[in-house]
């Protein structure tokens, strides 16, 4: 997928424009280091690039330091949402807006190690349109994180009909065939390396060692966590729906079988002494939870449909610097 010129009578290999896509939020303390690390690896790739910076509302410094950046470098273009809108979306900014043959996301604390991507440029040249990073080492991550995490991944590959990668995270190399078909989709809750999975074409994997943060803070606490979990389930699998109707199934046959004793005890044990309140009580509490764990269930699904059906813009930019 390297151009190949003629020139002179030489043969001269012309590097397609690499779009680097670089969600950040509140990352004053890393920004700087983060555009470093990106410009030298291209630099010396001898690549064409872009960077675009996605800024997802930042309440920090983070935006003034992209401007100045965007000042001294006009390979380097901001995007400045009007509040922050979450980090799937301000991928799909980048998405919206890369010009580039091919793009690669990569988050802006540099845990994911820029070094990595000249080999994923390295296999798309061979035909692949997406190439993901694969995470075989997670450093500077407790122990519950990594465990969660991988028991998120597994889990997510048993419940959905698509093939979601292990270990995977957003880092990756998309074709320009990719990212046109991601533009096509424009769900509100968003799960991109699904959304990835789901669009097909020829995909492969680099693995690498996934670093500590070079500074400042994770924006992906514990609540962030689980909800970014239940949006790529249900994003993606009609599962938990299918899971409500056994409750409910498991329900009546626990409520028929209690009812089905109690005339068995009535008829012919009629002496034996039945007051019935325990038995009573633990039957209207099972019914009743698992009652409000498939409304709750269902309350999720019609809620992404509420949202769908508003057509509100996915999100909205106060500024841009650099386009054209």
């Not at 920004?31 to 800024?55: A, H, P, S």
């Not at 965007?70 to 273009?77: G, P």
């Not at 199934?249 to 002496?271: E, H, K, T």
């Amino acid at each position: 997928m390297i151009l190949t010129l003629l020139t002179g009578g030489d043969v001269v290999e012309a590097k397609p424009l690499v779009s680097l896509i670089v969600p950040a939020y509140n990352e004053e303390a890393v920004i700087e280091e983060t555009y470093k690390r990106l410009k030298n690896v291209m630099e010396q790739g001898g690549y064409d690039f872009e960077i675009l910076i996605v800024d997802d509302g930042s309440t920090d410094r983070t935006p003034e330091k992209v401007k100045k950046i965007c000042l001294n470098d006009k390979r380097v273009k901001l995007i400045r949402f009007s509040r922050n809108f979450g980090h799937q979306v301000a991928i799909s900014a980048g998405i919206d807006r890369a010009v580039g043959k091919v793009a690669v996301i990569i988050d802006a604390d540099l845990q994911d190690p820029p070094e990595v991507i000249p080999g994923m440029i390295e296999k798309w040249s061979t035909g692949y349109e997406v190439v993901y990073g694969v995470r075989k080492k997670r450093k500077g991550e407790s122990l519950f994180k990594r465990v969660t995490a991988a028991l998120f991944y597994r889990l997510l590959r048993q419940m959905t009909p698509i093939e979601i990668p292990l270990d995977a995270g957003d880092f990756r190399l998309l074709d320009r065939k990719v990212l046109e078909e991601l533009k096509k989709m424009p769900e509100r809750r968003r799960f991109v390396r699904g959304m990835v999975s789901w669009v097909g074409f020829r995909q492969t994997s680099v693995e690498y060692v996934r670093e500590k943060r070079f500074a400042g803070t994770t924006k992906y606490p514990l609540r962030k966590m689980i909800n970014f979990a239940i949006d790529g389930i249900l994003s993606f699998s009609t599962v938990p729906l299918r899971i409500s109707s056994a409750l409910g199934f498991l329900s009546a046959a626990v409520s028929f079988l209690m009812m089905m004793y109690g005339l068995i005890v009535r008829i012919f044990y009629p002496s034996r002494v039945m007051t019935g309140w325990a038995s009573l009580f633990v039957a209207v509490l099972f019914i009743g939870g698992i009652q409000l764990i498939c409304i709750g269930i269902l309350g999720e699904y019609l809620g992404r449909v509420y949202e769908e059906t508003k057509k509100r813009p996915l999100y909205i930019v106060a500024e841009l610097l650099n386009f054209d």
